[in-house]
């Protein structure tokens, strides 16, 4: 029998090697004259153990990790080489996951659609061709599934409205401009689990009658942007995209667009400015994209992993998908644990686990081996959490009542080297760079933010200074038009609040 | 010839390409955005006499097409150098240390972030966020993503 053996052509895997390994282990099964195949796979999510290799065996999957070119040979004589891992799936840091929508990534070709099939793949979508389409719309609302962009709102109520508004053309947009430092779920599943996201957006196309999608990609992924473009392919090969979704009367076809590094344009009328061909500048809403998008058309504009729950929850059922959480926070989260920390990579868990749960146990302390001073949830306008907040609940509410957010779910740890007066500074002068201009207090502000805290540190009227500071805050978070200014004072004011002695040079 | 004194590497402008180009592609939705890709990555800069081209054949003035060219940090005013390292100065790379590798690197590299070094042989310049924040520093070199960077790593890569 053929022996199979994987490993990743995910970004992360390549950054540090998987290709001369891969060479490496096609040398050896060449050498040897082995009935062997490799197959390259998206990412498990446990980063510090890539490259992962698998061997399959009766029993499942063998892992061997980080694998060097060194230890390839080692690795087909030796069951027990020091880098073997057991069976996979028993790694008590992927065991104790609930994998819904990662449950194929790093398992799968992501490549095969056939492959997509032999493990649940379509299933969502089959049983949503047999629905009428308000139907479907309301399983996602039942479902509780909230944008899992940042915002939260109900992806459900968002369909719905797309669907209820009269048009000749509809669009659904799939924001894949995933620009939050810490954050890399869309990348991973992008490249690992690619026919997911499709499925998704012809089951959004389904439910609310539009024809024609595009995927946003930023240009930052360049290996997502060639792997979402090769399973588009195929996928219009075998049928999942064209005039005829799967032999049903339904078309939907889709477009990949590249973004051109600008952070705003992960906000969605942003996004929606820059795919027509435009400054990516923030529209003032309403008109809310749902009844007036792109080309002024009704648009669904979804986040990447939003659209990927949907193939699970029309699967499943609404009440599969919505037993998991706590909370109006239902379904699973992939949180994304980064930064200076042991054991990073993608945890998908119900909501409900908390800060330390996933910085202490999932991650294992710093990579330094410090002790962990601060984690910003939520990426680069989320809240820095000190250690006696980590007993907080993974949960858009609980989040919020202690002015913080899970965002797009990314952790970023850091030791006690870091100093939070520079990163609240990081904070205004990344707001800076990446404003769009639009509205006065982003542009303005972010810029005298970066000055008045580069006074505080240089210990010129710290106490007048930190009072200004509170005060442009305020009028960033309360008179910015969108998110980017509105939420930079998070930060800012997190770090302000939870580490004042970082901001008292006296 | 003195501004390709200036950027050895910078091609002879062809005006018949854009415009065969940007007619090619005006059909699209939104076409703006993907011309300037075409244009940046065929040339390796968006050169000034690309623009009014651009404009003529989209409709749009000239003024409309500048807006959309500089707003995008994507797209380069002037070529690039031969090898080009993108480093991550976002959260999760700082956490491990990305600002001291970077100015590691200025050093070594002989040129200062945001740069092209004047022999042309190496543009330096910020990224925020490769999403490989679990394996930080990491850059983006020639194409090729680098993960768990360190300065001795990144300038053999670079290959001085």
Known sequence: MTLVITIPDDAAALSVGADEVAWAILSEISQRGLDAKLVRTGSRGLMWLEPLVEFATSEGRMGFGPVNVADVAGLFDDPAHEKSLGLVEDIPWLKSQQRLTFARCGITDPLSLADYQAHGGLEGLRRALQMAPPDIVQEVVDSGLRGRGGAGFPTGIKWRTVADTPADQKYIVCNADEGDSGTFADRMLMEGDPFLLLEGMVIAGVAVGASKGFIYIRSEYPHAISKMRRAMAAARDGGLLGPKILNSSFAFD???????????????????????????????????????????????????????????????????????????????????????????????RAFGLSLREIIEDYGG???????????????????????????????????????????????????????MARQARFAMEFCALESCGKCTP??????RGAETIDRIIRGERPGENRALLRDLCEVLRDGSLCAL?????????????????????? | MSTRANHPLQKDFNGHAVRELATRMKQMDGPLLPILHAVNEQFGYVDERALPVIADVLNLTRAEVQGVVSFYHDFRRTPAGRHVVKICRAEACQAMGAERLIGDMETALGVKLGETRADGQITFEPVYCLGNCALSPAALIDGQLHGRLNAAAALALAGK
Not at chain 1, 317 to 336: K, V
Not at chain 1, 411 to 416: N, Q, S
Not at chain 1, 485 to 506: I, K, R, Y
């Open chain 1, 254 to 348: 889709l477009e990949i667009r590249v973004g051109a590094g600008a952070y705003i344009c992960g906000e969605e009328t942003s996004l929606l400015e820059s795919l027509e061909g435009r400054r990516g500048q923030v529209r003032p809403k309403p008109p809310l994209p749902a009844i007036a998008g792109l080309f002024g058309q009704p648009t669904v504009i979804n986040n990447v992993l939003s659209l990927a729950a949907a193939p699970t929850i029309l699967a499943k059922g609404a009440a599969f998908y919505r037993d998991y959480g706590m909370g109006r926070s239902r379904g699973t989260m992939p949180i994304q644990l980064a930064g200076n920390v042991r054991h990073g990579g993608l945890i998908e």
């Open chain 1, 365 to 419: 302390g710093t990579f330094s081996g410090g002790p962990v001073r601060a984690a910003q949830v939520g990426g680069p306008l989320g809240a820095y959490w000190p250690p006696e907040l980590f007993d907080t609940p993974f949960d858009y509410e609980t989040f919020a009542s202690k002015s913080g957010m899970i965002g797009h779910g990314g952790i970023v740890v850091f030791d006690d080297t870091v100093d």
């Open chain 1, 442 to 447: 982003c542009r303005i502000g972010s810029t």
């Open chain 1, 485 to 506: 200014g509105g939420l930079t004072p998070m930060p800012v004011l997190s770090a302000l609040d939870h580490f004042p002695e970082d901001f008292d040079v006296s």
